[in-house]
């Protein structure tokens, strides 16, 4: 079954982060930070984030278009492995804003971070923005932890099945990370914000935009 997986991605499919450096970026501290439009699971890049929920062993709904799904299906059943271990260790639900890393296997990257964002339902309030930012923050800390991860994909955390509303969510996303990066000096060579539809990707170029202009 592993073998048949990691049959499904051609190299030609494959994104290298020296691809995705063609796209336009902006560097903080020698970190290139990009924009990219795509499947996380096609990235040949060190790590990439994975947008889970607090048990941490993939999600209930095999059928469901979420990262989580995309991310365990494709990576094989060694990554749920591995969150199992974890969770057995940790004994109790995975918090909102921490995050684990696991290896990757079958995917292209070598590592996934796995990271639980806030649920938005109804109003979204101080404690959803300090949530979310948390979850971008560990996963900084998690690269900045493990040496050979140099370069880092993050999705757009809690957007999808968690409702939290896309231009919040880029605006935090996007402030979180420069700012740590200002803070954070030679941890990650590069920064993608992986965003998965034209709308995504339109709002978060708008913030990106802002940004430069404060930067
Ligand atoms: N590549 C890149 N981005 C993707 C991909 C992909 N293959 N698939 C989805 N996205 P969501 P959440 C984007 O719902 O809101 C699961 O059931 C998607 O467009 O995956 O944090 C978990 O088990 C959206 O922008 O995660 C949890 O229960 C972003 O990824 C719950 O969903 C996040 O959408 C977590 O909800």
Request: net charge negative.
């Amino acid at each position: 079954l592993n073998l048949l997986l990691q049959a499904e991605l051609s190299e030609s499919e494959l994104v290298a982060v020296e691809q995705l450096a063609q796209q336009p970026f902006f560097t903080i501290n020698n970190t290139k930070v990009v924009l990219w439009l795509g499947d996380i699971t096609s990235l040949k890049i060190d790590a990439i984030v994975n947008a889970a929920n607090s048990q941490l062993l993939g999600c209930f709904q095999p059928l469901h278009e979420c990262i989580d799904n995309a991310i365990h299906s494709k990576a094989g059943v060694q990554v749920r492995d591995d969150c199992h271990t974890i969770m057995q260790k940790q004994n109790m639900l995975e918090g909102t804003g921490c995050a684990k890393v696991t290896r990757a296997y079958n995917l292209p990257s070598k590592f996934v971070i796995h990271t639980v964002g806030p649920i938005v339902q109804g109003e979204l309030t101080k404690a959803h923005r300090k949530g979310l930012a948390t979850s971008y923050q560990s996963c900084l800390e998690v690269c900045a932890q493990i040496e050979p991860i140099r370069s880092i994909a993050f999705c757009s955390i809690s957007t999808g099945v968690f409702g939290y509303p896309i231009e919040e969510a880029a605006d935090t996303a996007v402030t979180t990370v420069c700012e740590w990066l200002k803070n954070n000096q030679n941890q990650l060579d590069y920064v993608v914000f992986n965003v998965f539809s034209d709308r995504d990707h339109h709002c978060y170029q708008l913030f990106i935009e802002e940004m430069l202009c404060r930067i």
